[in-house]
């Protein structure tokens, strides 16, 4: 399975941006998928992470409210609706999947995706 992550960019304060996640090389439809962020200097932290159904949803204390993760299974893709941003959600995005939500919530990653950028300035 392989994963690419795109849609960063470089965005204020209180603005919004979506990620997007495009998975290619297995069954889509199969793979609890994560959002992990990485800032400078710091750990690799878990953002949210989504199930076959969208009803699974899971977040993090630091995003919840803010961020919604979605999936279009027709196109094997995995979204991240950013809303409301701050300067300290400012990291690399990844994606990863694993083989449940319980285990990406602990990081117990399969594979990774690559990254992309979001900077949010004050």
């Known amino acids: 399975v392989q994963l690419q992550a795109s849609g960063g960019g470089l965005v204020q304060a209180g603005g919004s941006l979506r990620l997007s996640c495009a998975i290619s090389g297995g069954t889509f439809g199969n793979y609890p998928i994560a959002w992990f962020r990485q800032a400078p200097g710091r750990e690799r932290e878990y953002v949210a992470a989504?199930?076959?159904?969208?009803?699974?949803?899971n977040y993090g204390d630091s995003v919840k409210g803010r961020f919604t993760i979605s999936r279009d299974n027709a196109r094997n893709t995995v979204y991240l609706q950013m809303n409301s941003l701050e300067p300290e959600d400012t990291a690399v995005y990844y994606c990863a999947w694993g083989d449940s939500i319980r285990a990406l919530v602990r990081r117990l990653v399969n594979s990774w995706g690559t990254g992309t950028l979001v900077t949010v300035s004050s």
């Open positions: 989504v199930g076959w159904s969208i009803g699974s949803a």
